[in-house]
């Protein structure tokens, strides 16, 4: 019973993160229709500056790498979009140009990063070492602050979204590019902007997450195919469908590397999907966009 | 129904020079392509101050393109738009939303999922219609009062009718001067076209000059100043409305009759 409840929470930890990075995908496939190949390296290089600024030349706290790693993902995102995409967009076939674009920063992202950092695994160490007594079981408190920090980035980010003139301007671009422009809002801007919070939300993704699974140079790759999975599980074009998403696969994943291994989760992940997807197209709550 | 006065207030220095630029809208001899082909030759136009024009003509000439044109949705070959004066060839669609011009396109282009409050509101982005926005809100509902009972429903749920109104309303709350509005009446009953005509009209009662799309002439030849007929990517014919009806060859073109 402890052991459940253990992984349980284990499992809603995880969940909570990787809506943070599902989300954070979506929305800039939502808004700027550019699948985003590089995700996984931002992911990457969210970490290992925190790393660097953590646990490598400095000795600084996990508030100096939030303070910095959420602005220079921003603005990592901010020039993707401006250097990369923004002059591909103007020919035909930028839907596939910019996804081969993306891919090859993802490879440059990943091999500067060897560069920088050596072929070998790094860690992070925990947030706070302690735990928190409830009763007889014993709940680690990073995984409370992960899934406290990640509820009040989607929050946040809902807000935002909803009620602030830029996340409405946002939420229009994706629905009608055309009909934003006619109104007067500046598409590549949002588009831009975009690029930039997914960036910042998946690196803080990758800061939270380290501690627990190693930081790799080509450690990226996982988190694009997992929040890939989850986006395409809970449906593309719902943040409720993705939140869900997310936490029914996370909390399978729990189990079944306390069951099976971690080498079966992306066995099951994908069973899961092609399942879904074969009885529900759309994914969970999916809409055609 | 005079709400200029409340609405998009015009400073008086403003109305001091645009008194002396009479005209509002001037493109000159345009060249627009599509790629190898040209759409637009040597198209020329004018819309004065306040005026009321229409552009007629059948489709698939070059109507649509011509008013997507002139709001920076596609690019001039060569040739010169100007905008109360100053050349808006080139600028980006929301500078030019900026300076007062606004295009309603014959798509809509809403947004689905949103309510028609927030459609509106959009609708005011630009920062000179930001400070406005609640007289404009105001104008917008005593226009369309259908609209001020749907304000939470999703743009996606409305009506033919209902949806082109939210279109014009989203124009107005943008406290343009001017309006390119791209066939209206498309997909509407008779009905409710008459209603778009009189509530269009009602729009430029209030200063806004107007730029309309339409088909046929018999429709609006009771509102406009002055009408246009564009044929094959040409202006072929310009004149006021009882002018186009008494010519022959365009009775043919616009009425059908042969």
Known sequence: MHTLLEILIGGIANSSLYAVMAIGLALVYGISKVFNWAYGSFFTWGAYIAWFLCVGSFQFGYTIAFIVVIPVMFLLGLSVEKIIIRPLRRQKGWEINTMMATLGLALFLDSLARLCFGPYMKSLPLFLEKNIQLGSFVIGLHEIIMFLTSIIMIILLEVFLQKTWTGMCMRAVSQDKIGARMVGIPANKMFGYAFGMSASFVGIAGILLSPKYFITPGGGWDVLIKSYVIIAFGGVGSMKGTLYGAFILGIMESFIVYQFGSMWVMIFWFTTLLGTLIIRPKGLLGTWE | MDLRGKSCKITWLEKFIWGRVKIMLEVQKIDVFYGEIQILKEVSLRVNNGEFVVLLGPNGHGKSTLLKTICGLHPVESGNINFCGSSIIGLSPQKIVASGLIYVAEDRHLFPEMTVMENLKLGAYNFR??????????????????????????????????????????????????????????????????????????????????????????????????????????????????????????KEVLLGIS
């Open chain 2, 129 to 250: 219609a930001r400070d406005k926005i609640d007289e404009s809100f105001d104008f917008v509902f005593q226009l369309f009062p259908r609209l001020g009972e749907r304000k939470k429903q999703l743009a996606s749920t409305l009506s033919g009718g209902e949806s082109q109104m939210l279109a014009l309303g989203r124009g107005i709350m943008s406290c343009a001067k001017f309006m390119a509005i791209d066939e209206p009446s498309l997909g509407l009953s008779p009905l409710l076209r008459a209603d778009v005509f009189e509530k269009i009209t009602l729009i430029n009662k209030n200063g806004i000059g107007i730029l309309l799309v339409e088909q046929n002439i018999e429709r609006v030849a009771a509102f406009s100043d002055r009408v246009y007929l564009m044929e094959d990517g040409k202006i072929v014919f310009a004149g006021t409305a009882d002018d186009a009806l008494k010519n022959k060859h365009l």
